[in-house]
C-alpha cells in the first residue's frame, strides 16, 4: 500500500546508545520499504549527522542482519543538539543555533520525514524540530527507563539481565569473603534500573533516587544481617542514589553536552562509609558502560521491533508529532509533548517496592 504523500524518510539514533537500536532501525526501515515504497535513509550519529549533513541510503541488505546487534549501525552522539550546537571561539565554549540550515538540510534531501530514536534528550529536540515544521515520529530508547507516557523503553529489558547476572556473581564472591559489596548502577535521576535489577538479582539494599537513604539504617541492616549469620550483604545502588538531606555525586560535568551532568561515585562512597561504621569489610563495583552493550534481550528485540514496526506505519500514515510507546500489551501512539512533559521517576509507593520490603529488601529508609 504505497503512500500518496511520503515518499522518503531518514531515521537517526540520538542520545546514549542501548542494546535494540538496530532492530528498531531494521523495522522501521524493513516496513517503510516493503509495505509502503518509501525510500529510507540513514542519519549518522545522532543530531551530528544533521549539522554536519552525513547520512547514507539504506537497501534491504544494509538492514539484515543487525537484529541482534548492540550498539547503533548508524552512530550515536548525546552532545550535538540543533537549538544549541556547542562550538569554541577564542578558547571559549559557545553555542549556535543551527535548527534552520538543519531544516534546509532535510528540505534539500526531501525527506518527507525523521524517524528519531533516542531518550527525552532527543524527543525534546524532535519536539522543537517539529514546532519549525518538521515531520517527525519518535522512538523511545533508554536503559533509564524514565520516558513519560511509555511503561518501557527499548534497552531497559537487556540493561536489568546484564545487571542482575553482574549481581548474581558479586553473590559468590561476597558470600566466599563474607564482604559488603556495593553495585553502583546507572539510570541518572531515575531509580528503575537499580530497582529491577536490585529485586531481580536480591540485593538485600537498594538505594534509589526517589528513596533518600540514612547511612545508619544501611549500615544497621547490614550488621543485623551478620549477626543472623549472613555475612555479607549486597547493596544495589542507582547511580543518582542520596542522603536524606544530601546530594547526588556528580562525576563530571561533559561541558559541550546539552546535559553536561554525569552522575558517579556514589558506589564508592557508600562502600566507604559502611566500612566506617561497621568494620565490615566493604568493596563497591561500579557496572558503567557495560549495561548499555551487548546484544538486546528477547523482550527488547520483539519491543523494538513492534516500536518500528509502529514507527513505520505512523509515518505511512502521515501522523506526525508523535511517539511510540507501550501501554501495558498495547503499542499506542502519543503526542511528543507527553513524552517530555516530565521524567517519569519511581514512585515510593510503587507496587514493585512494596513488594520488595515484604521480602526483607532494605530501601534505607527505615528497617524491615
Ligand atoms: O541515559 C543513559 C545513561 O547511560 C545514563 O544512565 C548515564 O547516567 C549516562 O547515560 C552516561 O552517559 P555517558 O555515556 O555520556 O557517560
Redesign the pocket.
Known sequence: MPSAKVRKIAVLTG??D?PGLNAVIRAVAKTAMNDYGIEVWGIEDGYSGLINRRARKFDNLAVSGILTLGGSILGCS?KDNPFAQPFEKDGKLEYRNVSAECVDYIRKMEWDALVCIG?DGTMNISHKLAGLGVNIVGVPK???NDLAATDYTFGFNTAVTTAMEAIDKLHTTAMAHHRVIVVEM???YAGW?ALEAGIAGGGDIILIPEIPYDINIVADYCLDRSRHGKRFSIVVAA?GAKPKGGDMVVART?KD?PDPI???GIGHKLARDIEDITGLECRATVLG?L??GGSPSAFDRILSTQFGHAAARLVGEGKFGRMVALQGHRIVDVPLEAAIAQLKLVSPDHPLIAAARSVGTCFGDQMC
Open positions: 542520545g546514549g542501548c548525546n531518550g533508554t536503559i533509564d546507572m539510570g541518572r534500573l547511580e561533559v553536552s554525569r552522575l558517579g558502560h549495561q548499555r
